[in-house]
């Protein structure tokens, strides 16, 4: 554990714990940042009267964005986000514990304390106002680090709607789904716990503990409105990831839609093909017989027959663009489109009548 303490407007870090216990003794402002359990570490708590519960969560890892308020401190659990990869946000949860004049923080993996460490060493103006200014620079680090880690997300959404209309209902349209879904399960995830970390910063910006001090509430209300809007911007990501789900639904029904056509017209255009050869296969052929077939004897019987089945595919092939089934649209579509699209031609403007001019009866 790591303990920076303010004395005579300078900041004094010690790893001691003899002395980080003499400075809390003595009633000087400082900061804690405890970094593994042990011995210490636990005692430290203890002699502050830190309820065992709150013990036993800032060492566990899989605890909810949560506030408890006690008689002598305030308990706060939030999560934090250390980046985004490939579909997978890297959520950090950090414990913080507001006393009268000593600030308790847990960062697991350094994602804040080490920045806001690093300025406070500069200038410990910051713990010289009170540790609830602290909180607050850890708080506000905390939500900051959400929109340049979502922003990435908004580059792997477009790159997914991308795939989406090239890849769905291809072979290589279930990666596309499976991306989907991981996205779907992130934002979920990311969902639930902003409603209650929202939730905590409103609480913390009205003034409902003594802990936080009138003047700092406004920098708690802007930590509040900045955790607001990452939170609409997840909500419209799960909105995008939604639709890229329906488009590629939509996408792949549309494509099976072609392959089923594309089947059906082969199947129509054969059909006949297969009865014409089917009737010349028969090969009933006996001179006594008044229903004999008089191409099975003719010299240009097959090519005869041959050329039927071109002529027969031919028009329907022909029937079904003319319907719009091959290679375009209907042509009395485009007929009716290009009368609606036709300028109409400007009317000549008419001459008016000459007027009759009538003489007025003689008095």
Do not use: C
Request: proline fraction near 5%.
């Amino acid at each position: 554990m790591l303990a920076r303490i303010l004395e005579d407007g300078k900041i004094v870090a010690t790893t001691n714990a003899p002395e980080i216990r003499e400075a809390l003794l003595g009633g000087k402002r400082m900061w804690l940042e405890l970094e593994r359990q042990s011995p210490e570490a636990d005692a430290l708590l203890t002699e502050l009267k830190i309820h065992p519960l709150t013990i036993e969560d800032i060492w566990s890892s899989g605890s909810q964005p949560k506030i408890d308020d006690f008689p002598n401190y305030l308990y706060v659990v939030l999560h934090g986000i250390g980046s985004a990869r490939r579909k997978k946000l890297d959520l950090v949860e950090v414990d913080v514990l507001i006393g009268e004049n000593w600030l308790i923080t847990h960062d697991r993996v350094g994602l804040v304390a080490d920045d806001v460490g690093t300025d406070l060493d500069h200038s410990p103006r910051l713990l010289g106002k009170g540790v609830a200014w602290l909180a607050h620079a850890i708080l506000d680090r905390v939500v900051d680090r959400y929109l340049p880690v979502i922003g990435e997300l908004d580059t792997e959404i477009d790159e997914l709607e991308h795939d989406v209309l090239e890849r769905a209902g291809t072979s290589r349209g279930k990666r596309v789904l499976t991306r989907i879904l991981a996205f779907k399960r992130t934002l979920q995830e990311l969902r639930r716990m902003s409603i209650h970390q929202r939730e905590i910063l409103l609480r913390l910006s009205r003034g409902e503990y003594e802990e936080i001090p009138a003047d700092a509430l406004p920098f708690f209300r802007d930590v509040y409105d900045h955790f607001l809007r990452v939170q609409d911007i997840t909500e419209g990501y799960r909105d995008m990831v939604a639709s890229a789900l329906d488009a590629y639904l939509s996408v792949q029904s549309n494509r099976m839609n072609e392959v089923i056509k594309t089947l059906t017209l082969m199947s129509t255009i054969m059909l006949p093909l297969t009865f014409i050869a089917g009737i010349y296969g028969m090969n009933f052929k006996t001179d006594q017989s008044p229903w004999n077939m008089p191409e099975l004897g003719w010299f240009y019987g097959y090519p005869f027959a041959l050329s039927l089945m071109a002529v027969v595919a031919l028009v329907i092939v022909l029937w079904f663009r003319r319907k719009g089934y091959v290679g375009g649209r209907d042509l009395r579509e485009a007929a009716t489109e290009d009368k609606l699209t036709k300028k109409p031609r400007k009317a000549k403007p008419r001459k008016a009548p000459p007027r009759e001019t009538r003489t007025p009866p003689a008095a």
